[in-house]
């Protein structure tokens, strides 16, 4: 059979990482033939492709045509052309609605969370996009896969008459290749515990709950030090001058970069109000580095035993919770044994390939019988 694999649409964040690692993956299906549609934010010196694949630069813009009704010319050229069976878009909401069977990833939290905290505060204009992506959603396919049974389970509410998978996200297979790992943030010294932070810096992260942590730190436990590693840009957030050496602005770093850090930290401080996966978790768990995060029903299912968390915006609790595993050692190697044992539970990078190629073939063949 012949698959396209459309990543026209992602930009930043996990979904890159879930795309790259995916596409590294599909050699091992030398019995299909696949289309890789690749948006320019990708970087394609740590992807590697073999014969069955066929690569193609692509960024799908927004225009009346697409958000509409739904069509690309370019898009819909290439699966005629290459005699297209199924097309699988890595994350949506897809601009684009293929003239073939489409399984569409789902990871917007926003849409499925309304009782995050994260939401309670959103404007007018915020929940107008909100609307806009249920809108694509609904129009682009029928068939959906989520990282987390818990949206899984909440995914048809929103989209009517919808069939819905699970497979879950992972760590990145480069974590498991330490040959590959790029060393290239040596952190400065720091005399105390350093906290880290994979991520993008996304409004509902709440990285700006990190100022209100160390006041307190330094009120409740005024010896103990504290500073944040965060892999965004210094101007992308707030921070008064007086703390300014306790934090590490990195900026975007690539996926063979993160190992390094991780080696590098004390804690993985994640204090996200709305996921439906993040990859931060299984890496940590992989890295063995105790995780600090939201007590809140997608981050319990994901981590389990597996992580200290503190009520979700309150920064006096977040103080405590990372107090607790910083200066309780037994418990931070019990949340490290926990997280091992936590991993079990999510589909590998070999698995989550699998699951998703069969879930094409199986659309596939049912279109064609």
Known sequence: MIFLINASGLKTGGGLQVAQSLCNQLYRFKYHHFIVVLSSYFNTSSL??????KVVNYTIGKS???????????????????????????????????KVPHLCGFARAQLILTNSPYNKNIGILERLKFFVWTWMFKKSSKVFYTENKYISEML???????????????????????????????????QGITCLSVSTHYSHKNFEIIPQIINLM??????????????????????????????????????????????????????????????????????????????????????????????????????????????????????????????NNYDDYNTRADKLIAILEEIAAQHND
């Open 156 to 190: 048809p509410h929103l989209l009517n008459n919808i069939k819905v998978y699970t497979v879950t996200n992972f760590y990145n297979q480069i974590f498991d290749e330490p040959i590959k790992w790029r060393r290239t943030h040596k952190l400065p010294h720091f």
């Open 64 to 98: 009346f045509l697409n958000v509409i009704f739904g069509r690309d010319v370019f898009l819909d050229n290439l699966v005629k052309e290459e005699n297209v069976d199924a097309v699988l878009t890595v994350f949506g909401p897809s601009r684009w609605k293929p």
């Open 218 to 343: 330094n009120k409740s436990h005024p010896d103990f030090k504290i500073r944040f590693v965060l892999t965004f840009n210094e101007n992308e957030m707030h921070i008064p001058k007086d703390m300014r050496d306790l934090f590490v602005f990195l900026g975007k770093v690539d996926v063979s970069e993160c190992p390094y850090l991780y080696e590098q930290a004390d804690i993985m401080f994640m204090p996200t109000l709305l996921e439906c996966f993040t990859a931060t978790y299984p890496e940590a768990m992989r890295m063995g580095i105790p995780i600090v995060t939201t007590d809140l029903d997608f981050a319990r299912y994901l981590c389990g035993d597996a992580a200290c968390y503190y009520s979700a915006v309150d920064s006096a609790a977040a103080t405590e919770a990372i107090y607790k595993v910083a200066t309780d050692k037994d418990f931070a190697r019990q949340l490290v044994m926990n997280g091992k044992k936590q991993l």
């Open 48 to 53: 590697s492709f073999e014969d069955n694949v």
